[in-house]
């Protein structure tokens, strides 16, 4: 029972290189987020998905894209890495957009030097 | 003022205690959820309460939709309680706008044996 699926777990990048986050889920839910969690700050929404074919941005969308091209999988891309991009980034589904808890996954811890 | 206000930021107590977490919101709201996130990093859904009162085993959410507060309960803390928990409301859309979670910057207990 795997439900959310976040890789890697930690990743250093150099200023300016790329690098797409993976998530997928096999609950088959409709809805998928990423979010990015600062120290001592709240999650922040950065995109989230309806459905395979739709995405939209969230609060914090600047520096990000993002793809969903099947049910289960929800890359975020960052195309050029800057130092305020260091951040745990985590990703969630639910069957329904806001009326239902969303499952997280374990988080990926992202450094940019 | 941030929209949601968590109290207090840390908390530590001894085994048994029972344990009050906080959460005040400013604005009107459809649901909250309280969640759980792990030393490691993970992030579980506890609750989510749209009016009077959840259990779950040890715990207990309430919410005072008038009075715009929630408190999340623990009886009888065990040391596996100890983590971060993150308060969130389902923030109803304005004009033009949607509905969106925002994000409490989350309590840390720590339960010593």
């Known amino acids: 029972n795997a439900g959310v699926t976040q890789t890697p777990k930690f990743r250093i990048l150099k200023i300016g290189q790329s690098m797409t986050l993976q998530c997928t889920q096999d609950m088959n839910h409709n809805y998928m987020y990423w979010y990015r969690q600062d120290p001592g700050m709240g999650l922040k929404l950065i995109y989230y998905?309806?459905?395979?074919?739709?995405?939209d941005k969230g609060e914090v969308p600047n520096g990000y894209n993002v793809s969903r091209s099947t049910t289960e999988d929800f890359p975020l891309r960052l195309e050029l890495a800057a130092p305020s991009q260091t951040s745990v980034y985590f990703c969630a589904s639910s069957y329904f957009r806001l009326n239902q808890p969303q499952h997280f996954g374990d988080g990926t811890r992202l450094s940019i030097l | 003022k941030n929209e949601v206000e968590q109290s207090p930021q840390n908390l530590t107590a001894q085994e048994g205690e029972f344990i009050t977490i906080n959460c005040s919101y400013s604005?009107?709201?459809?649901?909250l959820h309280w969640l759980q996130q792990h030393p490691g990093g993970g992030i579980v859904s506890l609750f989510m309460?749209?009016?009077g009162k959840k259990k779950h085993g040890r715990l207990i959410a309430t919410i005072n939709i008038q009075e715009k507060h929630s408190s999340l309960h623990i009886t009888a803390s065990h040391p596996r309680d100890s983590a971060v928990y993150i308060c969130?409301?389902?923030?109803?859309?304005?004009?033009?706008?949607?509905?969106?979670?925002?994000f409490g910057k989350g309590t840390k207990l720590t339960v010593n044996p």
């Open positions: 309460l749209s009016s």
């Open positions: 998905s309806v459905g395979a074919g739709i995405t």
């Open positions: 604005v009107g709201i459809s649901a």
């Open positions: 969130a409301v389902r923030v109803s859309p304005g004009a033009g706008g949607s509905e969106k979670l925002v």
